[in-house]
């Protein structure tokens, strides 16, 4: 398996403009995850879904961040507008849980620069 | 939630075991205490998870007392390629558990020659 894969790798956009990170999960995966790593803030968990189905999205900074799961191998993280303030590397994780150790599977990250 | 505490860094040579700590205090009955390995540019990498008291496995022990509010990352005999920043993380996202995952801080280790 080529493991999770995140599109695109590196983003530099305008304060202002519409952002769309994308997301490959493992195939078979039932979980998916995605965090926002910062130096000030660390790692944090935006949203995660189980099934397509969005189950805890606590940890959205705002209404400007949106994320969807339309099938089981696709999932968004829309942001918009977007603020130098959420220039950060972006990460999708996934998980496959059935009674095993809750290890999550990290993509390379997408690198946010807004300018 | 789980308020997690880790060392920011740590020195160590090669062929020495290294002990990496994490406080976490408020952590909930369900909770697991997973740690994570990341390099420079890439995503958290899955070292080990437990529940309490110990796991072993190819690369690493975690040790987890009885009151569960602190666990220890033992990485035995380290080599440079373990130079690398490491992550504690409290929580779970199964059916059972609270659905919040919380990373500490991270603990940057350099494995000098």
């Known amino acids: 398996d080529a493991g999770v894969i995140q599109s695109p790798r590196h983003e530099v956009t305008e304060m202002g403009q519409e952002v769309t990170l994308r997301c490959k999960p493992i195939s078979g995966h039932d979980y998916l995850f995605w965090y926002r790593q910062t130096m000030m803030r660390g790692l944090e968990l935006l949203i995660y879904?189980?099934?397509?189905?969005?189950?805890?999205d606590s940890g959205m900074p705002e209404d400007r961040f949106s994320a969807k799961m339309p099938n089981a191998s696709f999932s968004t993280l829309k942001i918009q507008p977007s603020e130098p303030r959420d220039s950060a590397v972006y990460f999708c994780a996934s998980s496959f849980l059935a009674g095993g150790p809750n290890e999550q599977f990290f993509g390379p990250g997408t690198r946010l620069t807004v300018l | 939630l789980a308020k997690i505490t880790q060392p920011i860094s740590m020195d160590s040579y090669e062929g020495q075991e290294v002990n990496i700590t994490c406080s976490h205090n408020?952590?909930?009955?369900?909770?697991?205490i997973t740690w994570y390995q990341q390099f420079p540019s890439q995503g958290p990498r899955f070292i080990i998870q437990?529940?309490?008291t110990k796991v072993t496995n190819e690369v690493a022990s975690l040790f987890i007392p009885a009151d569960r509010k602190s666990s220890t990352l033992s990485l035995p005999r380290v080599s440079l390629s373990d130079t690398a920043v490491y992550y504690c993380?409290?929580?779970?996202?199964?059916?059972?558990?609270?659905?919040?995952?919380?990373f500490g801080q991270g603990t940057t280790l350099q494995v000098k020659p």
């Open positions: 879904f189980n099934n397509n189905v969005p189950i805890d």
């Open positions: 408020n952590i909930a009955t369900n909770d697991y």
């Open positions: 437990g529940y309490k």
């Open positions: 993380l409290v929580g779970g996202f199964g059916s059972s558990n609270t659905g919040k995952l919380i």
